[in-house]
């Protein structure tokens, strides 16, 4: 098994990459990150969060149609309504598994040899045209 290597920084290497970003020798984290070597994705915007140079971080701005917008909340909504269509469902099969049960215990019957017996007798009937 390999060994894991934890690199970390000291504080003063921490101040000068940030001191490098505030006075412009690097456009982006991104650069800092690949000429200091800093494997971390997060690492250097983790440091500028720290102590309190956010405005450092790119900003990510979300634009979007207002017909997009709408249109995830209908999707959201459709979602939640069948997230709670297939709990219902859950529901009735737990409750219908649980009637067979008790069914087959006053009738004296096993559960599997009924579900075959009615299962093939569905089928059979199912074939048969009607009268």
Known sequence: MR????????QSFKQQVIADLESGRFSSIVQAQE??????????KNWLQKYGRNHLCA?????????????????????KQLKEALGQTQAENILNQEFLKI???EMGQDIESFKKKAGTELFTRQDKPEK
């Open 103 to 105: 069914a087959c215990e």
């Open 59 to 79: 900003k990510v701005v979300h634009v979007e149609k207002p017909n997009e917008k709408d249109k995830i909340f209908e999707l959201k909504k459709q979602i």
């Open 35 to 44: 000429h200091y070597g800093i494997s971390g994705a997060g690492t250097i």
């Open 3 to 10: 060994q894991k290597i934890v690199v970390r920084y000291s």
